[in-house]
């Protein structure tokens, strides 16, 4: 079955303790990107790869970083997590063809710093 | 960057009424507009999309509209049901990048 995977489902952790968020997909796209959703503010894009070892900023790329070392995985790296990193988060990939980006998200991870 | 702008917030309908939703952007390159529906806790899904080159689309009961010399596009959903009740998000896409809308909160009442 064509899928994002993301883990873990949910996390909790404290401030300061360094965690990856892992997005596997199994579907030979080229292009991943990472979003946050928060109430009334929408999807907001992290980082975005258009290809292994091509990664680029989104919107709100601080306190993020992200490595495509494999075209499947683009895992993400909170080195110093706060709490106004608290949020639903989800991965997504495109095969990069033609017009439009078809998007194919992922369950989302919803992370809570304390 | 690209901006997209989307209204209302939050629409609530009776069962059987239409909803609308208007979103408008700001980069004329953005060639790619779909919009997504997000249940309670789930990911977004896909529900219908346009592309530059047409001015509208339909499935069954849900339609979009694309002027693109006034940068807008809007979701028109017919004779609503309780199961349409979701957060739903207009998106337009410029070089594969998506940028959101904030999102509808939409409520069907029975």
């Known amino acids: 079955e064509a899928q994002v995977t993301q883990n873990p489902r949910y996390l909790i952790t404290v401030t300061g303790k360094k965690l990856t968020v892992t997005c596997s997909q199994n579907?030979?796209?080229?292009?991943m990107s990472w979003y946050r959703q928060d109430p009334g503010l929408g999807l907001r894009q992290i980082y975005y790869s258009m290809n292994v070892e091509v990664t680029d900023k989104g919107d709100v790329p601080e306190g993020y970083k992200v490595s495509r070392k494999e075209k499947r995985n683009f895992p993400l790296i909170l080195e110093s997590p706060s709490p106004n990193q608290t949020s639903l988060y989800f991965c997504a990939s495109s095969l990069q063809r033609g017009i439009g980006a078809l998007y194919t998200f992922g369950s989302g991870t919803r992370l809570t710093v304390v | 960057g690209e901006n997209v702008e989307q209204h209302p917030s939050t629409l609530s309908v009776q069962e059987g009424d239409s909803a609308v939703i208007k979103c408008t952007y700001s980069?004329?390159?953005?060639?790619?507009f779909p919009w997504y529906k997000q249940e309670l806790g789930k990911r977004p899904q896909l529900i219908i999309d346009?592309?530059?080159?047409?001015g509208e689309k339909k499935d069954q009961r849900i339609a979009v509209t694309l002027n693109k010399t006034a940068k807008h596009f809007s979701l028109h959903i017919t004779e609503t049901q309780p199961e349409d009740s979701a957060v739903y998000f207009c998106a337009a896409s410029s070089n594969y990048k998506l940028t959101f809308g904030k999102g509808t909160l939409l409520t069907v009442n029975p």
């Open positions: 346009i592309r530059s080159n047409v």
């Open positions: 980069d004329s390159a953005s060639n790619y």
């Open positions: 579907m030979n796209h080229e292009y």
